[in-house]
């Protein structure tokens, strides 16, 4: 596993990145910056990867992972539910591949606001 860090506004979290084609595409591009886009309880942004939706994608996934976007070209960190959650886990519009996991507390990222910068990179 990869680590990486993730920075936005005052939060700073690492994350593991799997071993799966789109996770190490993301990998091969850090660092990237991007501006937060808030839906619910996800930030996702646009990034310079592009990316075929993989076999495993979906749109059901769990507090704290991190996923892919193909739609959007967007990385997105999903800490709650979402406009199309169907209780309190997170829902992501369409199927995302999924990319990894925090490793913190992902609720955290509710201070974050739209239009905040938000900074991946690899950890040191």
Known sequence: ???ITIRAGTISMNAE????P????????????????????????EIPVTAAQEPDAREDVEVGELGYWPVGRAFCIFFGPTPVSRGSQP???SPVNLLGRLQGDATLFRQVK???TVIIERAS
């Open 22 to 45: 789109t996770a190490l595409k993301v990998w091969d591009a850090l660092p990237i910056e991007g501006r937060a886009n808030r839906w619910g309880d996800e930030i996702y942004f």
């Open 91 to 93: 829902r992501a519009y």
């Open 17 to 20: 990145l799997n071993d799966k």
């Open 114 to 116: 739209s239009g905040e």
């Open 1 to 3: 596993m990869k680590t």
